[in-house]
Structures are given as C-alpha cells and as structure tokens.
C-alpha cells in the first residue's frame, strides 16, 4: 500500500526548548564564546531509547549553535564497566548519526589529575579521610527530615589525611578501609551536601588502567571536573541529577576559576509505555534469559531498536517530536511507531510476503505458463521504479484472506466472490479442497478473468477486496518473527515485580512464510513494507539458505489514537 489509511498530515513536533533557549541566550549575550557540550555515557551497559534523546539533545545544540560536543566515557567504576560497552555505546552514537571527530575522552585518561585536585581539597582543609565502614557513612549521614552527624575522624588534620590518602593509593589498605571525603556541611537539608564520598578503595580491574589505581574517583566528584577540564559550557543532564547540582557547583567552586565555568541544566528523561529503561533491569532482562540479548528486537536500546529495523532518522524524528521540557511524562510508545513507519513509508521498498500461507489455484491459467506481472517498488518514490513478479497456475495467499463462511463486510476471497489479486487479475473463488480426515482447508480453487490483468483496458473493474500473493514456484521460504510488546503494562515498574508483568506473547516466530523471489538476496538490515502486513527488517540470523525477518512495526497508523489520550 502507498500509506496507511488515516495517517493524514504529519503531526508537527514542538518548538525551541528551554536547553536551547538557554545555551542560544549565553552565547548572543557573550556570557560563553562557544557552545560546548558532551555525551557523558558510563561504559556500565548498552544505550537505549532515553538516551538517544540525550544524544540527539548534545549534538544537536552544539551543531545548531555552531559549537561542538565531546563524547565522554565517565569510567570511574571498574567493577561494572567493559570493553563491549564503550564499542556499542561508540557504535550507537555514530549509527545515529552523529560524529565527535578527535573529541573522545575518558574519565579514566584524567585519573592522575584529579587525584591531585583531590589533594589539593586535603590541603585546604576541604576534605578529609574517613574511616567509618560504609553502613556508618550511612547511619551518619541522617535523613531527609534529621540532620546528619560529623564522623569521630572529620577532625582529622591536613597533614594526617595526605598520609592517610597517599597510603590509599598505595595500596596500603583493604577495600573500605577508608574512604576520601568533602567536609561541606553535615546539616545540609540536601543529603548530597553532607560529606558525600569523593574517592574509595576499590581493588578491580580497570578496562583502560588496567591495575595501576587501587582508588576510584566517585562519579559526583569525576563528573563535574571532567566537563570543566574539558571545556564544557552546558552540562546538560536529566532531572534525577537536580538535587546533585549544588554538589557539583561546591566541588567546581572550589578547585577553579574555570572559564568557561561549567553549568548544569536539567531535563525530563524519557519515559515510555510498555516499557523498562533502567540499566539494572534490562541486565537482569538478558542475564535471565528473558530475551536473547541486548539487542532482542523488543528491548529499547538502541541495538534492539537497530535489529527491529528502526531507521536511525525515525529516532532523530521521534526524540525532536518529544522535545525537551522540565517535566516527567509518560509518552506512548505508538509515537516512536508513528515516526518509524513515517520514515520507511517514504524509504522501504514494497515487496509481496504471505506469512500465513494457504495455496491457491488458479484452474483457469496454464499448467507451466509464467508470466511476468509489473509492481511499484515505493508509490511514495517515483524514481524507485518497479520490478517483475512472476505470476503462475499455483499461489500462495494468507489463510486470512479466505473465509468459507464469512462474517458481514468481509471483502476478500469466499465461495463464489471476486477479489483482485494485487498487480495481477481478478479471480472468483469457484471451490476448495480439503482433507478428508480433519475438514481443513487444503488449497482453494478459483479462476481468473484475463481481461482484467493489471495495466490493461478491463483492468479498471472494480472488486471490493485486493489481497496479496507468491507464486508458490518462485517463493522463497522464510522465518518470520512477530514482535509484540515486551510487557503487558503500560507501566510495568509499577506492577509489583516488572518481571511479573512480562508479555508471554511478545515474540512468536512463523518458520514457513513465502516470499516473493526479489527478496532472495536481502542482506542483513534490508527494510521492507510487506504489502497489507506491515514493515519488516532483514535478521542477523539470516543465511542465505534461510533468511530471516523481523517485523518493525504494523501497517496501522497509531497517531490519532496517540494525539487523543494526549489531549485527554
């Protein structure tokens, strides 16, 4: 089909946000000379959907002010960061479309340095050693409605605590020995304020280190230093990070002057239907074997969203669609489908599949005769032109398009009734066969009338119902599988156990579709409309003995359903 009924006109996304407005301002004011930001991604796991908004958020503003945006891999925790991650998290941002040229650095490439502002906090009597265990810290610290107590060690003097510090590099001390932390204000109504730990011993392999530091720098004390090392101008992050704000001006107050000093904005981060974005729990999604893997075409990241075939300009479209704004929604998950099936309406190619398949013969066509039938490859795209469908005695059809005891308003093929067998003829279905033991339907019989080949004169009678169709000697067998959502919820963290809520339909795999033969040599990541069907992704696990493709997104334009529940 050219497009789907009812998708009407694109709906338009919002306009210029407060990020932008914001960054637009310090630099017409003069306040910075250039925009300057960066992706800071921690190498813990693979992106997702969330964070292809702070991408596209990132590189986009800097390349619409004419600034640039760094890509940073915040890698102060070895224990649960890998080589795979930064190589998928590289991978991502690229297949997004975006490029950070020579401005790609880590926190890790800054160890050296920021141990020595670490020192420099020891020597100005703004840090110090502590040595409570962890569940002291903790019991001290307070609560949101109690103030927190000084630790017995807070007293501590300068010179005790580069000793102390100095032999926790060396590796004098076992892991949680000891910690590094800022003396700032133990009364602080923001718990972030009250003495937050800046370094721990932590004995674990670093991916980029190796074995070389024994002590990790904490993420709030390497993250704001980094962007000012770095140059950054607008550290633009989401909305759980508000209350860390002052922690970060506190620790680039007291180590500057910087200029460009640093300066932390906050956005919604993105939630979606259907859907779970923590790291922690799309880890448990694959260590469990829920899923086949990071990119199982039903996970969000940015991998699954890959597989399943969504174009990397669909989730730039869908990410400006959303927009920026201070406020937590829950946006529904058919509006990343609008823009998918928007973007491959325009670009996929047109092909005829039959997923289900029921053979039919035309009794009335040659045994042996073969003829070659025109079809368009993208009505959308004139300049992709057609391609030659062979058409023969026996075809396959869905068992959907044939009912022999139909319902009311059912337009396709039934005992005695008319469809057009699309780019083909009309054919009138005349009888079937079925087994003799179990009453199924075998094949269905019918014959065609020449006159109405597509193209010709009679071509323009009209028949209420068109189905699709393969020629069952030129079909290429295929793997099929159906994607559904992954759960079963709209908000399936709300639900007790997110893992309670899981789908058991989500994935169903169809191993005998037939296909037209132009899809023989579809390589992995090939897009596809299946006529009638849907939109369909050329698998990894494709062979060219079997290939195999995952569908992307239905036919059926989601939009109005979309723009209702907003407005409701």
Not at 23 to 35: E, N
Not at 411 to 430: H, N, Q
Request: charged content about 30%; overall charge negative.
């Amino acid at each position: 089909m050219s497009r789907e009924e009812g998708s009407g006109e694109r709906p338009a996304g919002p306009g210029p946000d407060f990020v932008r407005a914001r960054a637009a301002s310090d630099l017409a004011s003069g306040k910075v000379r250039a925009v300057r930001t960066r992706f800071p991604p921690e190498p813990n796991g693979h992106l997702h959907v969330g964070h292809a908004k702070s991408i596209c958020l990132n590189f986009g503003l800097a390349a619409e002010l004419g600034g640039a945006c760094n890509l940073r891999f915040d890698d102060t925790n070895p224990s649960k960061e890998e080589v795979e991650y930064v190589e998928s998290i590289r991978r991502d941002v690229r297949w997004l479309g975006f490029d950070w040229g020579d401005r790609e650095f880590y926190a890790s490439d800054r160890f050296e340095r920021l141990y020595e502002d670490a020192v420099r906090l020891v020597r100005k009597g703004a840090a110090y050693v502590d040595s409570l265990s962890a569940d002291e810290i903790r019991a001290y610290r307070g609560t949101l409605t109690e103030p927190g107590r000084e630790s017995p060690h807070r007293g501590r003097g300068v010179e005790e605590n580069l000793d102390l510090f100095a032999r926790m590099r060396a590796g004098e001390f076992p892991d949680g020995a000891h910690v590094l932390r800022a003396r700032i204000d133990m009364a602080s109504p923001n718990i972030n304020l009250r003495d937050p730990t800046l370094y721990r011993i932590l004995r674990s392999h670093h991916h980029r280190t190796g074995d070389a530091w024994c002590i990790y720098p904490m993420y709030d004390y390497a993250h704001p230093l980094c962007d000012a090392y770095e140059g950054i101008t607008h550290s633009i992050c989401t909305l759980e990070f508000e209350d860390h704000r002052p922690l970060y001006d506190w620790v680039i107050g007291q180590l500057g002057p910087w200029e460009p000093r640093p300066e932390q904005i906050e956005f919604a981060r993105l939630n979606l239907t259907y859907t779970v974005m923590s790291k922690r729990k799309l880890l448990q999604l694959v260590r469990d074997g829920h899923v086949s893997g990071w990119d199982d075409p039903r996970m969000p990241t940015i991998g699954g969203l890959r597989r399943r075939g969504c174009p990397p300009a669909a989730i730039r479209d869908f990410c400006s669609r959303i927009g920026v704004s201070k406020k937590d929604a829950l946006i529904d998950a058919s509006l990343l489908e609008f823009s998918v099936r928007e973007e491959l309406n325009r670009t996929a190619p047109r092909a005829m599949a039959v997923i289900r398949p029921l053979k039919l013969v035309v009794e009335s066509f040659p045994e042996g005769a073969v003829e070659e039938m025109e079809a368009v490859n993208n009505p959308e795209d004139p300049s992709a032109g057609t391609r030659r469908v062979p058409f023969t005695r026996e075809l396959w059809i869905e068992q959907d398009d044939f009912r022999e005891d139909p319902p009311k308003k059912f337009f396709r093929l039934t005992p005695g009734a008319e469809v057009r067998l699309r780019y083909a003829y009309i054919v009138k279905c005349t009888g079937v066969t079925k087994d003799p033991a179990t009453g199924e339907i075998l094949e269905v019989r019918c014959t065609h009338d020449p006159e109405t080949r597509s193209g010709s004169p009679q071509a323009a009678r009209k028949v209420k119902g068109t189905i699709h169709w393969v020629s069952a000697a030129h079909a290429v067998g295929a793997e099929v599988r159906l994607y559904d959502r992954l759960f079963r919820s709209e908000r399936p963290e709300e639900s007790g156990s997110f893992l309670d809520d899981l789908n058991p339909l989500s994935l169903e795999v169809v191993p005998d579709a037939k296909l037209e033969p132009s899809l023989a040599g579809a390589k992995p990541g090939d897009s596809f409309q299946f006529e009638r069907l849907g939109y369909f992704c050329v698998d990894p696990d494709s062979t060219d003995a079997r290939p195999v493709f995952d569908r992307t997104v239905g036919l059926r334009d989601t939009w109005a359903k979309v723009e209702q529940a907003q407005k409701g």
